[in-house]
């Protein structure tokens, strides 16, 4: 089994900043990738930024210069730095892997989300 486990979630300010962080651990052969989606009340779940294990990004156009994502491959573990928030940024956010389990092949993980809230 693979897990995904969220941490850094909360409510700040707009124009602040916060840092997500997404663990995977389990029996994990090989990470293609990760990345973070989210998804707000009445809305489908969107993709924010992946990073892939060549270290290529791709985000949304709505983040582009206010986050980043990055990745510490010794620990599994992948970031998204959250930088001059803004109310419409508020959603539950999901961590996401593409992960390779030996014998099992490669399959889609998702994390159990963390909340974000921006507001004064």
């Known amino acids: 089994q693979v897990q995904l486990v969220e941490s850094g979630g909360g409510l700040v300010q707009p124009g602040g900043s916060l840092r997500l962080s997404c663990a995977a651990s389990?029996?994990?052969?090989?990470?293609?990738?990760m990345g973070w989606y989210r998804q707000a009340p009445g809305t489908q779940r969107e993709l924010v930024a992946v990073?892939?294990?060549?270290?290529?990004?791709n985000y949304a156009e709505s983040v582009k210069g206010r986050f980043t994502i990055s990745r510490d491959n010794a620990k599994n573990t992948v970031y998204l730095q959250m930088n001059s928030l803004k109310p419409e940024d508020t959603a539950v956010y999901y961590c996401?892997?593409?992960?390779?389990?030996?014998?099992?092949?490669?399959?889609?993980?998702w994390g159990q989300g963390t909340q974000v809230t921006v507001s004064s």
């Open positions: 996401h892997g593409r992960i390779g389990r030996l014998y099992y092949g490669t399959n889609d993980y």
């Open positions: 389990g029996s994990i052969f090989s990470i293609d990738a």
């Open positions: 990073i892939t294990s060549g270290d290529r990004t």
